[in-house]
């Protein structure tokens, strides 16, 4: 091979020509604009920038090194959506977001995660990164097929109420994920069933037929077992009042002191169920009776907390009574 023809290989990479300059930096900033400002080598690679311009950038201070395979093209702080797909690149063949952190690249609000949790094949190499938290699985959840790799929503969701830190926070992942509609009920509920082993199992099992079937979950809590423990009467469940556009069932009534308790499943919180669910509080209240709402998450996370307001409520509207 003569001098030229050497010159001519060298210029390029994998049947592309090198860029350089401005029209280099320019396709890496397009690049990166899909991945919060960072970009793979190999992406960079793909498109005619080697090993010695991404070095050569970096010398000149206008790109850094963000890991072994990510390179920040837009400054040195990396963002939450260039993070999650620099804890992808990093930590090894086969990664894919999982977790809370998953649920955030779905779109998830209302809660920060303070590390990122990934998941990868057990026997696949793996490498421990600053601010992720990996997960060495046996068998690795299917990916979504776009975006940033990820597990599908409501494996996601399971797996972020078994790595909580608390049963608090479980519930509130399990619970957010269908509010704000990142998966259905159904979909959870099917994904449930095919776990078979699960820390938190009672808990997470408990709180799911909570979310996705809030009458047969309210079966199995015994509400009137619980009222029970704190030495009130036993309600009437399932009531039947008449209101203004027909007939209205309640959850459960003390009808002696005019108290109805209302427990509210998690699909209480979807569509228009809060604006039924006021009305019917408020015809209640206009009948003349008390209504103490309690979600039944609330049951499962602090019941000594809410059976003493029912507790409360009642003695007061006793006491009124034989005044």
């Not at 990916?143 to 519930?171: D, F």
Request: net charge positive.
């Amino acid at each position: 091979m003569d001098a030229a023809a050497g010159a001519a290989v060298e210029r390029t990479i994998v049947g592309r020509p090198l860029l350089y300059g401005v029209q280099r930096r320019t396709i890496a900033r397009e690049l990166a604009a899909e991945h919060g400002g960072v970009v793979h080598r190999r992406t960079l690679a793909q498109h005619g920038i080697d090993r010695h311009g991404i070095r050569h950038e970096m010398e000149a201070g206008r790109w850094f090194r963000a890991g072994r395979h990510t390179v920040a093209v837009t400054g040195p702080d990396l963002g939450p959506e260039a993070l999650l797909w620099r804890a992808v690149w990093e930590s090894g063949s086969g990664a894919r977001l999982d977790g809370a952190s998953a649920l955030i690249a779905d779109g998830l609000t209302g809660f920060t995660h303070a590390l990122i949790d990934v998941s990868l094949a057990a026997d696949n190499r793996h490498h421990p990164v600053e601010g992720v938290r990996l997960h060495r699985v046996a068998v690795p959840s299917p990916n979504v097929r776009a975006g940033i790799p990820r597990v599908a929503t409501e494996v996601a969701a399971i797996h972020a109420g078994q790595w909580a830190v608390s049963n608090r926070q479980a519930a509130l992942l399990i619970c957010l994920s269908v509010q704000q509609r990142l998966t259905s009920p159904a979909r959870l509920g099917l994904a449930w069933r095919g776990v078979t082993r699960s820390p938190r199992r009672a808990f997470l099992g408990a709180v799911i037929g909570d979310v996705t079937d809030g009458a047969h979950s309210l079966g199995e809590l015994d509400f009137t077992r619980m009222v029970r423990a704190v030495g009130l009467p036993e309600p009437t469940r399932q009531v039947v009042r008449e209101g203004p556009k027909g007939r209205v069932y309640l959850d459960v009534s003390w009808d002696d002191v005019g108290l109805v308790v209302e427990i509210d499943g998690g699909h209480h919180a979807l569509a228009l169920n809060p604006i039924d669910d006021a009305l019917r509080q408020n015809d209640r209240v206009v009948a003349g009776e008390r209504v103490i709402r309690i979600p039944v998450i609330g049951l499962r996370l602090t019941p000594n907390e809410f059976l003493a307001q029912v507790r409360q409520m009642y003695d007061v509207l006793a006491r009124n009574q034989i005044r």
